[in-house]
């Protein structure tokens, strides 16, 4: 079936470093990619999404390539700050991200110290 | 825009006993899913409804879960009888199905506790 994979949290950065969260994905068809953010006692809000291959995704200084090749979607930011921390989701759909529903990584709960 | 609305945003109940969450979607969404968080599985989907209608269940863990949605503007998922494995946080999101790439707009959850 369909599952999305992520790097296992938490990820602990200093204020201003460079952030990678892998993500990395197997699916039947040709998926929609999602990344998603959750702040502690809230729901998941879309931060940013690519639909097909090659495309690039950006919000707030995040950015995610949609590589077919090697099967990934990894979330990038050149400079974190502490109102980034928060719990990192990558997901999946088959059904243009609102059809079918999202299959969802475990998430990856990063932690930015000043 | 109010976004999705979850009540109660916390429930703590004894085992036994019958619980309900709630859901309004945003107006004018077409699509409605429920999802369930926990540490150890992460995010699960449980259903989701299309034009009211339910299309998958397959994520309902067992019986003893149910989930309606009467109307365009109103969905609830019933546990009975709640047992203490049921503790999580469910959500309630809802989207725009034949608009590609529209996203699920999530509620902000229901902590459920059950002891």
């Known amino acids: 079936g369909d599952s999305v994979t992520q790097m296992e949290g938490p990820v602990t950065l200093s204020e201003e470093a460079f952030l990678t969260i892998n993500c990395t994905y197997t699916?039947?068809?040709?998926?929609?990619l999602f990344w998603y953010v959750q702040y502690p006692g809230e729901g998941l809000q879309l931060l940013l999404k690519?639909?097909?291959?090659?495309d690039k995704g950006s919000n707030k200084g995040f950015e995610a390539t949609y590589r077919k090749e090697t099967t990934s979607f990894h979330l990038e930011k050149g400079s974190v700050q502490v109102s980034d921390s928060a719990v990192y989701f990558c997901?999946?759909?088959?059904?243009?991200?609102?059809?079918?529903?999202?299959?969802f990584g475990k998430g990856t709960h990063l932690i930015i110290q000043p | 825009d109010a976004g999705v609305i979850q009540s109660p945003r916390h429930e703590v109940t004894e085992m036994g006993q019958e619980v309900t969450l709630r859901c309004k979607p945003i107006?004018?969404?077409?699509?409605l899913f429920w999802y369930r968080q926990t540490m150890m599985r992460g995010l699960e989907l449980l259903i989701y409804?299309?034009?009211?209608?339910?299309?998958?269940d397959s994520g309902m863990p067992e019986d003893r879960f149910s989930a309606k949605m009467p109307n365009a503007s109103f969905s609830t998922l019933k546990i009975q009888p709640s047992e203490p494995r049921d503790s999580a946080v469910y959500f309630c999101?809802?989207?725009?199905?034949?608009?590609?790439?529209?996203?699920?707009?999530f509620g902000n959850g229901t902590r459920l506790t059950v002891t």
């Open positions: 999101a809802s989207s725009n199905r034949g608009l590609d790439g529209s996203p699920l707009h």
């Open positions: 409804f299309n034009n009211n209608v339910p299309i998958d």
């Open positions: 699916a039947t068809g040709y998926p929609s």
């Open positions: 107006s004018g969404h077409n699509s």
């Open positions: 690519a639909t097909k291959a090659d």
């Open positions: 997901a999946l759909s088959l059904g243009g991200g609102g059809a079918d529903g999202l299959t």
